[in-house]
């Protein structure tokens, strides 16, 4: 019996960015299928557009994962895929499956014997790890540290502490709003000498990507307000 593929395709983090951070393959695949699994529908519309999509909006087959729901038909969603059709999963992270519900998917495509094709994009997780200059065998994202000050306080110190002893790097997001608030809180709980890197609105034309010391962040104001940024702990032995 024929079976379709599961195809994991990436789609730009920046605006104005498609044709530099996507290969060709992407562009050629979307004209390919019409059926398509996605984190945020109108997002992902938008994105086929300015890709070069030629098959008509009103002909493609739409399942939204939403991050929200619970007990979500993954097995439907992926039923055509028997059939010998192949779909594609789109998220709003670039790359799918990576800090991105669209993992569950994947693992269901896997149980059924379905195969998965991910395809080349950009994540920012590994675009801060490449930047930071840190150990890039052994890291860790957190994605959003705990919301209560005290236990935040601790979660940074015991990152701090994990990182010295393992040589490990820790990466971790927070709202944009709050990108100062968290800023702050590092510089007030973290010494001197632990290292931060700050990867913010990554692959645009505005991009702020600097590493320095805690001690010497005291002595900076990074433009990170409201804007998209990745945070990098190291400690150095």
């Known amino acids: 019996?024929?079976?379709?593929?599961?195809?994991?395709?990436?789609?730009s983090i920046s605006e104005g960015t498609l044709d530099q951070v996507l290969p060709p393959q992407v562009f050629s695949l979307i004209n390919q299928i019409d059926e398509y699994v996605v984190e945020n529908?109108?997002?992902?519309?938008?994105?086929?557009?300015?890709?070069g999509l030629k098959i008509p909006q009103d002909k493609l087959i739409i399942h939204v994962l939403d991050k929200h729901a619970t007990n979500l038909p993954y097995q439907k969603f992926l039923r055509n895929c028997l059939?010998?059709?192949?779909?594609?999963?789109?998220?709003?992270?670039?790359?799918?499956?990576?800090?991105?519900?669209?993992?569950?998917?994947?693992?269901?495509?896997?149980?059924?014997?379905?195969p998965v094709i991910p395809l080349v994009g950009p994540s920012s997780i590994l675009l801060a790890i490449m930047s930071s200059g840190f150990n890039g065998q052994a890291f860790t994202f957190?994605?959003?540290?705990?919301?209560?000050?005290?236990?935040?306080?601790?979660?940074?110190?015991?990152?701090?502490?994990?990182?010295r002893k393992e040589n490990h790097t820790?990466?971790?997001?927070?709202?944009?709003?709050?990108?100062?608030?968290?800023?702050?809180?590092?510089?007030?709980?973290?010494l001197g000498s632990t290292l931060l890197s700050i990867c913010c609105d990554v692959t645009s034309?505005?991009?702020?990507?600097?590493?320095?010391?805690?001690?010497?962040?005291?002595?900076?104001?990074?433009?990170i307000e409201k804007r998209p940024a990745i945070f990098t702990l190291y400690c150095p032995n």
Not at 1 to 10: D, H
Not at 85 to 108: R, T
Not at 143 to 160: A, C, H, M, N, Q
């Open 142 to 163: 957190h994605g959003y540290l705990p919301f209560d000050k005290i236990l935040r306080s601790k979660k940074l110190k015991e990152l701090e502490q994990h990182s």
């Open 83 to 114: 059939s010998g059709k192949s779909i594609g999963l789109i998220s709003e992270a670039g790359c799918p499956a990576v800090a991105d519900p669209g993992s569950e998917l994947v693992l269901a495509a896997h149980k059924l014997q379905i």
């Open 41 to 51: 529908e109108r997002t992902a519309r938008r994105f086929l557009k300015e890709a």
């Open 1 to 11: 019996m024929l079976i379709g593929k599961l195809y994991l395709i990436p789609c």
């Open 205 to 223: 034309s505005e991009q702020y990507i600097h590493t320095y010391s805690i001690g010497e962040w005291k002595k900076i104001t990074p433009p």
């Open 170 to 190: 820790h990466l971790f997001i927070e709202t944009p709003f709050r990108n100062k608030q968290i800023f702050d809180e590092i510089l007030k709980n973290c």
